[in-house]
């Protein structure tokens, strides 16, 4: 049998456990909450007795934490007395009334503050009491931000060496739940497109001879494997299984000498490719209109453009994008010869058509087209070049039909760098041989690791190309 309520003026409610304080007591002092939180720094004790300790909630808020002897559980109140930075914190309580959102003179809009009596703490996970030295970016009370564009140079190789400690920083985690989000419009526009998800393998058997220093090799009970360069050749391979349209994001290794904003030995890939009904033209049109699609979508939705002001703080530029379109609504064109017009002429660069871009040249068409000054189109951010010259491509790619030994390929480039490279294939097996046989040094059509490749086109490969879009490189 229950328990007969011997004091029938007070209503049955509930407490917060350990303190005995009604929640509605708490709930007349301010709004109630309970949430998890790190301690932002260290905490310090008030002439009163009342510990006060900065946290900081999950989301980059920030809350000045008080813990009054009188209105905090007695194994709390100890526990906050000791609390170190990082540790990670549950807290329930309710705000001060009148004393929400204030800042501090000289903070960032990053440094407004809640203040909170806490009514129960509890530690989920102690920090080590000495943390590796690293950059304080969160723009809590009193930090000093770093200097516009210094998030880069040897702030960021400090960054890298505390990369989880970073990644606590809301405007870095921004970066990655915009990354994210990439990944899931992408995924989603490719699905309303008819494309198909096919898985290929991060193991390969073959190699591009004369680039076997670009590949990872590993042993594999006593034959030779490789770290997957590009997924092409696989997806080309279910093309031929009449797939249609078929894509992967996958991983994908480069080894190379050195690592910067454009070469990494590891990194994320889109690539896609598809059956042609008419021309090469049909790609170009499928990467415009993705990375429209993709560029429209973060500046429409709010939960990307809320993501974006976070990443402004130590990422100004982040959100300022100039998306200057056609007639028909597509990415901005012109050719590799119209490129280098632009940069010896417009530009007073030396640079021959022989060459393919350097960083520094890419760079500077970048600010180029995105200026007032370009007779191209509207000022854009990003761009197509289209007609590489065949040297410069692999040798598998179709020809230009202006028979000026040109290739039916492109890049997109987006702020000053190459993040797309697309082409039509050949998917004639007899071309195909020819091209790999007269590549310099030549590939074995018959060899093992090609077989496989080759009778894909032997069955019958319907014409095919499409591109892949770089994510991770900036």
Not at 42 to 55: G, Q, S, Y
């Amino acid at each position: 049998m229950a328990p007969e309520n011997l004091d029938q003026g007070q209503p049955n409610v509930p407490s917060l456990a350990g303190t005995g304080i009604p929640t509605t007591d708490l709930a007349q002092r301010g709004v109630y909450d309970s949430f998890d939180a790190r301690v932002h720094s260290e905490p310090a004790i008030e002439p009163d007795m009342t510990v006060m300790v900065l946290l900081r909630r999950l989301d980059g808020q920030f809350i000045r934490a008080f813990l009054e002897p009188s209105s905090t559980d007695a194994s709390s109140y100890r526990s906050a007395q000791h609390l170190r930075a990082e540790s990670l914190v549950y807290v329930s309580g309710s705000t001060m009334a009148n004393q929400n959102h204030q800042s501090d003179s000289g903070g960032t809009a990053a440094s407004e503050v809640t203040s909170f009596r806490v009514a129960e703490l509890r530690v989920r996970s102690h920090a080590k009491a000495v943390l590796p030295k690293h950059p304080r970016l969160h723009g809590a009370p009193g930090e000093v931000p770093p200097p516009a564009g210094s998030v880069g140079g040897e702030l960021l190789h400090e960054r890298l060496d505390n990369r989880l400690l970073d990644a606590r920083v809301t405007a870095t985690a921004a970066i990655f739940k915009l990354s994210s989000g990439v990944h899931e419009l992408a995924v989603e526009y490719l699905a309303a497109h008819g494309f198909c998800h096919v898985p290929t393998p991060a193991l390969v058997a073959y190699e591009f001879p004369g680039e076997e220093d670009d590949l990872f090799s590993v042993s594999y009970f006593g034959k030779t494997a490789r770290l997957a360069p590009t997924g092409e050749v696989h997806l080309g391979m279910a093309l031929s299984a009449d797939l249609g349209r078929v894509y992967d994001f996958h991983t994908v290794f480069r080894r190379e000498p050195g690592s910067d904003g454009r070469h990494l030995t590891e990194f994320t890939m889109l690539e896609l490719v598809f059956s042609l009904q008419r021309d090469w033209t049909e790609i170009l049109d499928m990467a415009s209109d993705l990375i429209v699609s993709l560029i429209q979508s973060l500046q429409k939705y709010d939960k990307y453009l809320e993501l974006t002001r976070t990443a402004q703080r130590l990422y100004p530029l982040a959100g300022k994008f100039k998306l200057g379109l056609d007639h028909h609504g597509k990415l901005v064109r012109l050719t590799f010869k119209e490129a280098k017009e632009i940069l010896r002429t417009s530009l007073g660069r030396q640079s021959n058509d022989d060459d393919d871009f350097t960083r520094e040249e890419e760079a500077a068409l970048g600010r180029f087209l995105s200026s007032n000054e370009s007779y191209i189109g509207h000022p854009t951010d990003v761009f197509i070049v289209t007609h590489f010259p065949r040297h410069l491509r692999p040798c598998n790619i179709y020809p230009s039909e202006d028979g000026d030994n040109t290739s039916q390929s492109f890049d997109v480039i987006l702020r000053g760098q190459e993040i797309v490279t697309g082409c039509r294939l050949l998917h004639s097996y007899e071309e195909l041989r020819s091209a790999f046989t007269a590549r310099v040094p030549p590939i074995d059509a018959d060899s093992a690791e090609w077989r496989p490749y080759m009778v894909a086109h032997e069955i019958g490969m319907p014409p095919w190309g499409g591109f892949g879009r770089h994510f991770g490189l900036a």
